[in-house]
């Protein structure tokens, strides 16, 4: 499984920018994608996630009602889209699969693939 993210840069605070993953080696429609984050000095923190299976999708708490994630064209590709971005939302931005787990309202307990991390970073 290879998961590729693009999309990341530098946006002012307020502005809007919109990440990329595409995914390759997922057995088609069983799976989660979603994306994690990690900021420098803080913890690790799921953002969002959605299931292949009935498109189910699960937002942390500091992006609800700011942050969108939606298919492409097909299911291997999956996007964030992040509006009316704050300084806090500066960060690494992981694509995360799981094979394993079920996007819930909870999100998921754990990811088994990562991909390399794409760097947002918002100005004040």
């Known amino acids: 499984v290879q998961l590729v993210e693009s999309g990341g840069g530098l946006v002012e605070t307020g502005g809007s920018l919109r990440l990329s993953c595409v995914a390759s080696g997922l057995q088609p429609y069983d799976y989660t994608i979603g994306w994690f984050r990690q900021a420098p000095g803080k913890e690790r923190e799921e953002v969002s996630c959605?299931?292949?299976?009935?498109?189910?999708?699960y937002y942390g708490d500091s992006v609800k009602g700011r942050f969108t994630i939606s298919y492409g064209d097909t299911k291997n590709t999956v996007f964030l889209q992040m509006n009316t971005v704050t300084p806090e939302d500066t960060a690494v931005y992981y694509c995360?699969?799981?094979?394993?787990?079920?996007?819930?309202?909870?999100?998921?307990?754990?990811?088994?693939?990562w991909g390399q991390g794409t760097q947002v970073t918002v100005s004040s």
């Open positions: 959605i299931a292949s299976t009935d498109d189910n999708t």
């Open positions: 995360v699969a799981s094979t394993r787990y079920y996007c819930s309202q909870y999100g998921v307990p754990e990811y088994e693939y």
